[in-house]
């Protein structure tokens, strides 16, 4: 079991490119979240999917912040227009629904020049 | 809305005392409690869940005892070792309204010297 698979570990953007963030869940388990996590703000959730379907994006920025899983082995974050206020690690989870554990990736740590 | 108060920025103890680092909650539903511990860049890794009033589950020497009473949950060791040393966060999980998102604390750092 290679845990939670997130990609690319570091991107580095400049403001106003776009940035793609790939998850890919732990096999069998139903439910992807997606974090991120700053000094200032902590940890703060974004949104998750449950059997590829999204179920909360009430952490997401509306704008320029979207979410898919188009399949049960892999989940993206797009954000477009990149700003250096989104500069900040982000974490994607993966749950077996109903085991109340969620397995954290290593993140993505996006730097905004 | 749910929250979770951490009202330790920073801890620092010494090795071979007790670890002791506070969380309070405030949740609309039935609170899930979960501690998560984080060591220098490594993901964040379930260290203890709760969903029981007064149980105490307990890992790695940690334990911690869910009181819905005083909305609590705080995280405690006997005795504090060197490899404790990492970012600790308490979370809360909604159970009661179907979502699985954890809302986290702010995190206290916790550094353990010889």
């Known amino acids: 079991n290679a845990g939670v698979i997130q990609t690319p570990r570091h991107k580095v953007t400049g403001k106003g490119q776009e940035a793609t963030l790939w998850c890919e869940p732990i096999s069998g388990h139903s439910a992807v979240f997606w974090y991120r996590q700053t000094i200032v703000q902590g940890l703060e959730f974004l949104t998750y999917f449950r059997n590829q379907a999204p179920i909360d994006d009430s952490g997401m920025p509306k704008e320029r912040f979207s979410a898919q899983m188009p399949n049960q082995s892999h989940s993206t974050l797009k954000i477009q227009s990149t700003q250096p206020q989104d500069s900040a690690v982000y974490l994607c989870?993966?749950?077996?629904?109903?085991?109340?554990?969620?397995?954290f990736g290593p993140g993505t740590r996006l730097t905004v020049l | 809305g749910d929250s979770v108060t951490q009202t330790e920025g920073l801890v620092t103890l010494t090795e071979g005392l007790p670890v002791m680092l506070n969380c309070t909650y405030q949740s609309t539903y039935s609170p899930f409690l979960f501690w998560y511990v984080q060591h220098l860049n490594e993901a964040p890794k379930l260290l203890l869940k709760?969903?029981?009033?007064?149980k105490r589950p307990e890992h790695q020497g940690f334990h911690a005892t869910l009181h819905k009473s005083s909305s609590s949950f705080h995280l405690q060791k006997s005795s504090a070792q060197l490899s404790d040393s990492a970012l600790y966060y308490c979370?809360?999980?909604?159970?009661?309204?179907?979502?699985?998102?954890?809302?986290f604390g702010d995190g206290t750092v916790l550094t353990v010297k010889p």
């Open positions: 989870a993966s749950e077996h629904w109903g085991g109340y554990e969620q397995y």
């Open positions: 709760s969903f029981t009033d007064n």
């Open positions: 979370a809360l999980s909604d159970r009661g309204t179907n979502t699985g998102k954890l809302t």
